[in-house]
């Protein structure tokens, strides 16, 4: 079975400073990664994803992230945050075996202060 | 605009009712997934479909059902509902097989229970 921990409900930051949310999962087989966000009222977006290759993985609107298999970590930043970045962002784990849905993380919030 | 379209996009019933939430995929895809989301659970996985067979299974009640029609559009019905049954449902689709987690999200059908 796949899992993902999100450490921190809620993260709040002030503009221009580093955005830094973290993700741990759990997978018995090498695993599919994803960042999705969320707007208000609003379905869930991909920020970015890692499958195979580069560790280090570039998004949309300025956002990355790492997958560390040592430390089962695919942790997302953004060096510079911006008041848009505020949303609730998930982390997500799948796998290339048959029957194997999106599993998401609880999420983390955003804030964003000027 | 995800092109995956949801209605009805809210809903306002009682407790004991029926009801049924529709989604059509985008042009061209072959995979719907069903996810609730609430306050205490997050984003759980109900259920997905391929071309109309049932692909993978996640936390659907027995009172809940699924179904995905020759025109590829779903249905997600809900039975005997209760207060906790209130949630966000989403819909999102793809195109299936090894790209199975880059899922495009409808803009979710919100139920509440009364």
Redesign the interface.
Known sequence: AQSVTQLGSHVSVSEGALVLLRCNYSSSVPP?L?WYVQYP??????LL?Y?TGATLVKGINGFEAEFKKSETSFHLTKPSAHMSDAAEY?C?V?S?Q??????????TTLSVSS | D?G?TQTPKHLITATGQRVTLRCSPRSGDLSV?W?QQSLDQ??Q?LI?YYNGEE??K?NILERFSAQQFPDLHSELNLSSLELGDSALY?C?SNRGG?N????F????SRLTVL
């Open positions: 599919y994803f009222n609003q379905g869930l977006q991909l994803k499958t998930f997500a799948t290339t048959a029957g194997t849905a999106l599993i998401f993380g609880k999420g | 995800s995956v997934y996810y997050g984003l996985f997905q692909r993978a996640g989403f999102a090894m199975a987690g880059e899922l999200f409808g803009e979710g």
